[in-house]
């Protein structure tokens, strides 16, 4: 190198602009939950693929951060579950996204969560307390969780769900078909609905590998009473293949891309409402 540097001496020196980004972004995101104004809960649309009907939104958070402009959770989530600022923030959203969706006329409220909340001995505790602050029924709040974070074994995870469930707060597998799920196991896990994970959308109408992928775990999952939708639907060809092979909800850029709730509103609920 003309520098004289080694290969190792500028990947040390990367390494170490990296880590100080992080720490960087780490303060950014602690002092951010002190002026919540920086954090808003975008909302996706989620129909019904038989008629096309709004049957409910996907709560997705967005951070404007004062100098790095829009950050998109994949950068910040990760990062708030690894410095313990997870619970604040997935509190924060249920809160607003329950306040927000409450008039709406919709059957369900989907809200993501991570494994580090599902965990937290408070967490089913936390949620009755929001659901009882905002008015939001139980009933019309769907969990998404992946299938590593259902699957916990430590912690509370488990006395979590069982309270939620009870409590009549409905369970939906995230990113269903990545990591390491598998269709054997959906029966012992205790979800009303698996969501099927966009990459296996992606391939459809190009692909037959994946439409047979997607045929067998639809067919599964309604022989397991589940319901299913597919996330990621950006073609109309898509949508048509999943109505056709039985889906019951899509969700994807076709059909409606996160927007904020007025954004939501004036398109499904009327311009004129207060
Ligand atoms: P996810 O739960 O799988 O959410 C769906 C993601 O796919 C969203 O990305 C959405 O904008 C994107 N998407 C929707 N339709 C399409 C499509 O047709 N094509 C493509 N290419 N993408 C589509 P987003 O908003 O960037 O969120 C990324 C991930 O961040 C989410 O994935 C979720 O795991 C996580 N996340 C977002 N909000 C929260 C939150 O409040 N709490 C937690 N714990 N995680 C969150
Ligand atoms: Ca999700
Ligand atoms: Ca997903
Ligand atoms: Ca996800």
Redesign the pocket.
């Known amino acids: 190198k003309a520098n004289g540097r080694s290969g190792y001496a500028i990947f040390k020196d990367d390494m170490e602009a990296l880590i100080v980004e992080r720490r960087a972004l780490e303060r950014d995101l602690r002092s951010a939950l002190d002026q919540p104004g920086q954090f808003e809960?975008?909302y996706?649309p989620l129909f019904e693929a038989k008629g096309r009907t709004l049957v409910g939104v996907?709560?997705?958070?967005?951070w404007n951060h004062p100098t790095r402009g829009r950050v998109?959770?994949?950068a910040f989530?990760p990062l708030a579950e690894e410095s313990g600022l997870?619970e604040a923030?997935?509190e924060f959203?249920l809160r607003q996204a329950c306040s927000t969706a409450k008039e709406w006329p919709i059957r369900t409220l989907a809200?993501?969560?991570?494994a580090a909340?599902l965990k937290s001995p408070a967490y089913a505790m936390r949620v009755a307390n929001i659901l009882m602050s905002t008015g939001f029924s139980p009933g019309r709040l769907e969990l998404?969780v992946t299938e590593t974070a259902m699957s916990d074994t430590d912690g509370h995870c488990q006395a979590n769900i069982a309270a939620l469930r009870e409590m009549g707060v409905h369970f939906a597998l995230?990113?269903f078909g990545t990591g390491f799920s598998s269709l054997g196991r959906l029966q012992q896990l205790d979800v009303d609905r698996i969501?099927i994970?966009?990459s296996f959308i992606h391939g459809f109408g190009t692909d037959n590998g994946d439409e047979a992928i997607v045929r067998a775990i639809i067919h599964l999952a309604k022989a397991t009473g589940l319901k299913t939708t597919a996330?990621?639907?950006?073609t109309e060809e898509q949508s048509r293949i999943l109505g056709k092979i039985g889906c019951d909800e899509l969700?994807?850029?076709?059909l409606g891309?996160?927007c904020e709730a007025a954004a939501l509103e004036e398109r499904f609920f009327g311009a004129d409402r207060t």
């Open positions: 809960v975008h996706q996907e709560s997705l958070l967005r998109g959770p994949d989530i997870i923030l997935g959203v809200v993501n969560v991570s909340e998404e995230d990113d969501k994970d966009r996330e990621g639907v950006e969700q994807g850029f076709l891309k996160p």
